[in-house]
């Protein structure tokens, strides 16, 4: 073989060297970049997964006083400050569509201090339950709510009277309103909220749902969508 021909068979070489080595490192390259496009998409998919179990635990209210069927279509979770006046103009009308449908929606409350003053009134609705008298507790300070709350500030001293005809055990409601398991469920109640960024009150998720925006029309389109699945 010729010094040239020779010349001509290693240049060849080199350039097919040089050729194979550039596909090698753009194969590899390639396989990287979707390697992690593929572990991008599993750690987002976890995340997702994440925020998803933490969000149904935060709203599972287990702990929360419950009013309706366990295996309704509906569950309907409200975090409500009792001296809140839409909270006072809302509870009725859940609780007449409630009755329209019998069965079919489940009403969870979670309680959430806004208001100067209403840890004390969250307090007491929590007490009650000790008695079996929530339900009766709420709508007492519901509809006597103007005796008691002044410009948006709770007068702890009129709460009592506002509650006299519900039949409570006023001595038991106020050795349990500080106890260690009041002050849990309330702890709870805060730190879900916070959670779930509830900013004002009432604020309602349905099913898991939050609304898109507040308002009668709003919460009752919800809760039609739910029942129509």
Known sequence: ?????????????????RTTLVAATLMVLLLAILAA???????????????????QAALASEHSPTLGDAGAKVHLVEFLDPACGTCAMFFPMVKRWMSEVPGEIRLSVRHIAFHSGSDYAVRILEASRKQDKYWQTLEALLMSQRQW???????PDRIAPAIAGVG??????MADMNSMEVTQRIEKDKKDSIFLKVSATP???????????FGREQLADVIREELRK
């Open 168 to 173: 409570l055990n006023m001595e038991q409601l």
């Open 203 to 213: 604020e309602y998720f349905v099913n898991g749902r939050p609304l898109p925006s």
């Open 1 to 17: 073989m010729s010094k040239k021909t020779r010349s001509k068979q290693v240049n060849a070489e080199s350039r097919y060297s």
């Open 149 to 155: 709350v002044q410009n948006h500030i709770v007068q």
């Open 37 to 55: 496009t593929f572990l991008s998409k599993g750690d987002d998919t976890r995340s997702a997964q994440i925020e998803a179990t933490a969000r």
